[in-house]
């Protein structure tokens, strides 16, 4: 018997304007996109007007298929155009170290970097096992481009005060085998900037290609300069960056998911594209993961920048500069909290120093204020912390936080910090990734409060509990945990 309520694929077909009423009311219960109170997953503008022109754009192109550019050439236009702006704004095109650089459209940051190690990797075929040198700090996708596309990852540790690694440690790391070495420009977590002309020019003394990961903050930095930021050179204007990413549905504020992926030159590129003869279908070419993609995100994008312009980036680069600030000193105003690192990008990242005071409940706190926080673990000597992704659309919200904040503080604290039962810290002591059988999870899951959503039952309202287990094992178990706690989540709607 199917679900009619919740079935996708009812008996009959179901009216329009009754389906997006579902829709509606499906996401009254997700976090605010926009109002400037979610610091993390979205990116807010707070121009009035841009969001329907981006959907406009997107349902012009919408069904163009990104497969075969010449059947599309529209595609391919747009495509070129966000790719010619973005390596403008990070030290490529005429006039530049980098005249000849080139590059693609992907569908987000993950994909940008998969990429560029496929192209570093596919580069070197002489090598049987290739490895990538990335500092701890760098994105976990690093990690799944190494775990997909069997390379060997290299972790270079942090230092805990600085949140950058020793270049020297980075020297110390490439191996013959090595074929790229990344860095972050900022590192997502706390957002800081590696030193990267430092790593660059150790990658380039040991013939390595440099990638640096500016999904984040790669549309940011450079209006941050602009407008007179201290921003530590990072882009092609770095002898050694052979290959730049950035994410457009970040702090360009294209709908998502667009993100580039810039080389150096073309030869840098080329082991990028796969392409494919042997069979006797169409000739595949792509220079993306993807084959067939929607034109809707190309062109929502496209739209977003024409419309913005740089003068409207740069507008948008100083509210967000002015919220940073405000923040930070919100943060600095309480008792027990402190900034892991002076923001110099746009994340305010803090942890606390009072053992009275528990951060996952603070975030919990914060949350029934209507303040939506991203609470990390604590990891490798890092403490754990809250992190705050900060946009333009927070600018106007400012003053209030730091009242919410002094008031979610002294809640968190009269509260008290979480605490396991004995039997569950001593589950957790023992735990291994091989013992967490689905029927354990499942009852861990169970005795946390986590149901599965609208078909399996509510997701919990408070988080705190879940986030004091997993900080309190190892990190490999943390792993398994996650992936069966969301996979516990994503079941079908029968």
């Not at 997909?148 to 020297?171: E, F, G, I």
Request: aromatic share 6%.
């Amino acid at each position: 018997m199917i679900d009619e309520e919740w079935s996708a694929l009812p008996e009959r077909g179901v009216a329009a304007g009754r389906v997006l009423d579902e829709i509606r009311a499906l996401r009254a219960g997700d976090r605010p996109t926009h109002g400037g109170r979610l610091f993390a997953y979205v990116y807010d503008p707070g121009v009035g007007g841009l969001d329907e022109l981006a959907r406009a754009a997107y349902a012009e192109s919408a069904h163009v298929n990104g497969l075969d550019p010449t059947a599309f050439p529209s595609l391919l236009a747009m495509e070129n155009a966000l790719v010619g702006a973005a390596a403008r704004l990070l030290g490529g095109g005429p006039g530049t170290s980098a005249p000849e650089a080139v590059g693609s459209v992907t569908g987000g940051g993950t994909e940008s970097l998969i990429l560029a190690v496929k192209a570093a990797r596919d580069a070197r075929p002489e090598i049987a096992e290739p490895r990538l040198v990335v500092p701890a700090s760098g994105h976990a996708a690093f990690a799944k481009a190494a775990h997909y596309l069997r390379v060997a990852l290299d972790r270079v540790p942090v230092d805990p005060a600085t949140l950058r690694p020793a270049v020297a440690d980075v020297a110390a790391a490439i191996r013959p085998e090595t074929v790229l070495v990344a860095c972050s420009a900022p590192s997502y977590a706390h957002g800081v900037v590696d030193p990267v002309a430092e790593i660059a020019a150790v990658a380039a003394t040991a013939g390595v290609r440099c990638h640096v990961d500016a999904c984040f903050g790669g549309w940011a930095l450079p209006w941050l300069r602009r407008l007179g930021e201290p921003v530590p050179p990072f882009d092609f204007a770095v002898d050694g960056v052979t290959s730049i990413s950035v994410d457009l549905h970040k702090y360009a504020y294209a709908p998502k998911g667009v993100s580039v992926l810039l080389h150096r030159d073309p030869a840098l590129r080329a082991p990028q594209y796969f392409g494919y003869a042997d069979w006797p279908g169409y000739t595949m070419v792509n220079p993306v993961i993807a084959s067939t993609r929607s034109g809707g995100p190309i062109a929502g994008a496209y739209a977003t920048l024409r419309h913005l312009g740089a003068d409207g980036y740069l507008r948008l680069a100083e509210r967000t500069r002015d919220a940073v600030r405000g923040l930070a000193a919100a943060v600095r105003a309480v008792d027990g909290l402190r900034l892991l690192a002076e923001p110099e990008s746009t994340v305010v990242c803090f942890t606390a120093d009072d053992p009275d005071l528990d951060l996952f409940v603070l975030v919990d706190e914060l949350a029934e204020r209507g303040w939506h926080t991203q609470p990390q673990l604590s990891y490798a000597g890092l403490p754990a912390s809250v992190h705050l992704t900060v946009t333009a659309a927070v600018a106007p919200r400012v003053a209030e936080f730091g009242p919410d904040l002094a008031g979610a503080v002294a809640a968190a604290r009269t509260a008290g910090p979480v605490r396991l039962s004995a039997e569950l810290l001593a589950l957790a002591g023992a735990l291994t990734p091989e013992a967490l059988t689905p029927e354990l999870v499942a009852g861990l899951a169970a005795g946390l409060g986590l149901g599965g959503g609208p078909a399996g039952g509510p997701l919990p309202g408070r988080m705190a509990v879940v986030n004091t287990l997993l900080d309190a094992v190892p990190v490999a178990v943390r792993e398994r945990l996650l992936v069966e706690f969301v996979g516990l989540l994503q079941r079908p709607a029968w």
